[in-house]
């Protein structure tokens, strides 16, 4: 089993709507994950941190379900803007991020 | 502010010939970290340094690939020789001591080797 695992996508939704995907991992000792986005052909950029009791920021909630070992990424109202792969990185040991493959969303008028 | 410079930002090469990608991090930054990004295996760490000194080269697939930070300013990647299979989008990210999460991505060198 990989270390991250995103279901790939791509996830197609419409403008405004809600949508959310996990992001799961192997390792129980992990403590500190982050969301990363990716627009096509660019570089990532972080997007947020996940702390245990949740992170919200503006539309974007992200949560770590321990016992599951899972990280969840849900965004409100969608934007066209919001498409772009999302990766899940989990940090390991102090100083290096394992990263998914990430998951791709469509948001479409 | 710069951000994090990569070049050259396209390279295509023939199979065998040495490649050398460049990166400049943000001023200031103490961590560099080289990763290698394919369709099939995602975003790969490839070589982590702090304070110029390489830390874990685990990532790193063989031989026939280096880094080096010569200053605080300055690292490379070297592949020598060069293969098909090394074709990829090659990151160079950095990140101040203690924030090592808030990695800040270069544009990144896509790399085909024919």
């Known amino acids: 089993r990989k270390e991250v695992e995103q279901d790939p996508g791509p996830f197609n939704v419409p403008e405004g709507a809600t949508v959310a995907f996990n992001c799961t991992y192997s390792n129980s000792a992990s403590q500190s994950f982050f969301w990363y986005r990716q627009d096509c052909r660019k570089e990532p950029k972080l997007l947020m941190s996940?702390?245990?009791s949740g992170n919200e920021d503006g539309r974007f909630t992200a949560q770590l379900n321990r016992a599951s070992q899972y990280i969840s990424l849900l965004i409100r109202d969608s934007k066209l803007s919001d498409s772009a792969t999302y990766l899940c990185a989990r940090l390991a040991g102090y100083s290096t991020l394992t990263f998914g493959k990430g998951t791709m969303l469509l948001v479409s008028p | 502010d710069a951000g994090v410079i990569q070049s050259p930002r396209h390279e295509v090469t023939e199979m065998g010939q040495e490649v050398t990608l460049r990166c400049k991090p943000i001023?200031?930054?103490?961590?560099l970290f080289w990763y290698r990004q394919t369709m099939m295996r995602g975003l790969e760490l490839l070589i982590y340094f702090n304070n110029n000194v390489p830390i874990d080269d685990s990532g790193m697939p063989e031989d026939r690939f280096s880094a080096k930070m010569p200053n605080a300013s300055f690292s490379t990647l070297k592949i020598q020789p060069s293969e098909p299979r090394d074709s990829a989008v090659y990151f160079c990210?950095?990140?101040?001591?203690?924030?090592?999460?808030?990695?800040?991505f270069g544009p990144g060198t896509r790399l085909t080797v024919t």
């Open positions: 996940v702390y245990s």
């Open positions: 990210a950095s990140s101040s001591s203690g924030r090592e999460y808030e990695q800040y």
């Open positions: 001023s200031g930054h103490n961590s």
